[in-house]
C-alpha cells in the first residue's frame, strides 16, 4: 500500500526538522549563532488522469485530473540571517558587529573563515585571536605594555603604549559580506566559508559601504527565540504522530484484506 511509503517519507522530514529544531535550541548561548529552518517539498506524483484530457469524440475535456503523491523530503535547512541581541560584556577585545558583516579570520587550513563571534584574545605575541588561537584579519598586534585599548565604531583598535601620553593607533579592524549570506558554508567553530552560492566575499571598513559598526565589550547573541523553537518542535511532533497513525491505519487496512475468505 503506498500510503505507508508516503507517511514514512513524512516521519524521516519530521525526524529531520526535530534534529534542526534541536540544534538551535542547543545553540541558544553560542556567540554569533545563526538559527536555520527546515523548508519541505513534495515528491513526484503518479498521474492517473491528466487534466485537460480528452473524455469524448466531441473533444470534452477533462476540468481536473487524478494525481497521487509519493510523499515529502527537506529540501533545504536555509540559516536565518538577523541580527541577534547586543549584550554587554566586561572584557575591552571583545567587539560586536552591529549590521552588515563578518570578522575575517585565517583558518589553519590556509582559507579564510567568517564569524559574528567577537570573543576575541591575545595570543603570546600580543596578536589579535580568536579563543581557538586563529588570528584575527587583518592582523593586529597589541604590544604587552599597552593600556586602554579601545575599538572604534570603525573599527581602528588603539591603545596607551608604555607611559605614551597619547593613544597609538595598532591597526584596522575589516568586515566582509554577502550578496548571499544564506549561501555560507557552516564550518563549525562559529564559523562559515565562502562558497559560489555566497558570492565572493565584499571586503571594507566598518561603518561605511553598507558595512556594520563595531560596538567594544558588546558580544552578539545567537538569534534563537526559544518560544518560537518550542512551538515549531511541537508542531513537529504532532506532525510526526499524525504520520505514524497513517502508517498504523494503513496496516490496519492491509491485516482486513489479508483476512478476507
Do not use: C, H, W
Not at 526535530?18 to 549563532?33: D, L
Not at 591575545?122 to 588561537?133: A, C, H, I
Not at 566582509?176 to 544564506?182: D, I, P, Q
Amino acid at each position: 500500500m503506498q500510503a505507508l511509503f508516503i507517511a514514512s517519507t513524512g516521519m524521516a522530514a519530521q525526524e529531520q526538522n526535530v534534529n534542526v529544531i534541536s540544534n538551535n535550541i542547543a545553540n541558544m548561548r553560542t556567540t554569533g549563532y545563526k538559527r536555520q529552518r527546515a523548508e519541505f517539498q513534495d515528491l513526484l506524483y503518479q498521474e492517473i488522469r491528466r487534466a485537460g484530457g480528452t473524455t469524448s469524440d466531441s473533444g470534452t475535456q477533462l476540468p481536473v485530473g487524478i494525481e497521487v503523491g509519493s510523499g515529502v523530503r527537506i529540501a533545504a535547512t536555509p540559516r536565518v540571517m538577523s541580527q541577534g541581541s547586543v549584550v554587554a560584556s566586561d572584557k575591552d577585545l571583545d567587539m560586536a558587529v552591529q549590521g552588515e558583516g563578518y570578522f575575517m579570520i585565517n583558518l589553519p587550513n590556509g582559507t579564510t573563515g567568517y564569524t559574528r563571534d567577537g570573543s576575541f584574545e591575545r595570543d603570546g605575541t600580543g596578536k589579535l585571536t580568536t579563543v581557538d588561537g586563529y588570528e584575527v584579519q587583518p592582523g593586529i598586534t597589541i604590544p604587552d605594555n599597552a593600556s586602554n585599548i579601545s575599538i572604534s565604531p570603525d573599527g581602528i583598535v588603539s591603545a596607551v603604549i608604555g607611559t605614551d601620553s597619547s593613544p597609538t593607533q595598532l591597526g584596522q579592524i575589516q568586515l566582509a559580506r554577502f550578496v548571499n549570506k544564506g549561501g555560507l558554508e557552516s564550518l563549525g567553530n562559529n564559523m562559515f566559508g565562502e562558497t559560489a552560492a555566497s558570492g565572493p566575499a565584499q571586503v571594507g571598513v566598518p561603518n561605511s559601504d553598507n558595512m556594520g559598526n563595531i560596538m567594544q565589550s558588546y558580544l552578539e547573541d545567537a538569534n534563537v527565540n526559544a518560544v518560537t523553537e518550542i512551538s515549531d518542535l511541537i508542531a513537529a511532533q504532532r506532525a510526526y504522530e499524525m504520520n505514524a497513525r497513517v502508517v498504523t491505519g494503513a496496516d490496519e487496512m492491509l491485516q482486513t484484506t489479508t483476512q478476507m475468505r
